[in-house]
């Protein structure tokens, strides 16, 4: 018998529930999400005594108390904030109150791209009960991935370089060296510095080689749908396919009725 409050269940049903509730709610933390990484980016080009960043207190106790309340309604809440997503948030937070207790933090603010972990798992729990996520989810994990993996090696490039490269001189500097250098562009107008800099200069176009390349192979290559075949397990078939191109079984995928 579930002895939980009403609070505690209200939350429960608003996180993991199924229903128009839930699922709106699920996007609002979404959308906050996204709005305040892209305040992140934004502050990451305002000077550290901006009076702009008095934002980030209360997007800190928000955040607290969101995670507070997600601890509160786990079955083992010290296990959950083991996990990964939980040690990011908690870093989020530092990083925001970071200038309440020294200016030598101000680096933190980069790992405030950690947020991006939670809006993953997020939008997992989306897929699941919509429809639009289901018939295009490969090509929305993909560039999921694509968004998580170049704004977080964009966080090491901006961590190592801020300091002591002219040219990094903000967040969209070293997106911009990312980018170029995962696509081989290599302007070279932006250069890493030190032996640490060219270090991960190394790593990122081993990276845009193989990581980078896949996943936006993954993006345009034509959809498939998730559908495994009751006779040999392929999990992955054309939209319109009648038969497993494997095994030559019959196949009943969903279809919504729309071309």
Not at 106 to 132: G, I, P, T
Not at 141 to 149: G, P, T, Y
Not at 178 to 193: A, E, R, S
């Amino acid at each position: 018998m579930d002895t939980s409050s009403p609070w505690k269940k209200t939350l429960r049903h608003l996180y993991f529930g199924d229903g128009p509730g839930p699922s709106n709610f699920r996007w609002a933390l979404l959308i906050f999400d996204l709005v305040m990484i892209a305040f992140f980016i934004a502050s990451s080009m305002l000077p550290p005594k901006s009076a702009f960043h008095w934002i980030d207190y209360p997007l800190a106790l928000i955040i607290a108390l969101e995670l507070a309340a997600r601890v509160w309604i786990s079955e083992r809440p010290w296990k959950y904030l083991r996990q990964l997503t939980s040690i990011a948030d908690v870093l989020v937070v530092i990083s925001l109150l970071a200038p309440l207790l020294t200016d030598s933090l101000a680096f933190l603010r980069v790992v405030r791209m950690l947020r991006l972990l939670r809006s993953y798992r997020l939008l997992k729990q989306l897929r699941d009960s919509n429809k639009f996520f289901a018939r295009n989810e490969e090509v929305i994990m993909s560039s999921i991935n694509l968004a998580i993996f170049v704004f977080v090696v964009t966080a090491v490039v901006y961590l190592v370089e801020a300091r002591n490269n002219p040219n990094i001189k903000n967040y969209i500097d070293a997106l911009y060296f990312t980018v170029t250098t995962l696509t081989t562009t290599g302007f070279g107008d932006i250069t890493m510095t030190g032996t640490t800099g060219r270090l991960v200069a190394v790593i990122i176009m081993t990276l845009g080689v193989g990581l980078f390349l896949r996943l936006l192979q993954t993006i345009f290559r034509p959809p498939k749908v998730f559908f495994p075949c009751p006779s040999c397990g392929l999990r992955r078939h054309e939209p319109d396919a009648v038969h497993c191109k494997a095994c030559g079984h019959i196949l009943n995928i969903p279809d919504d009725g729309r071309e």
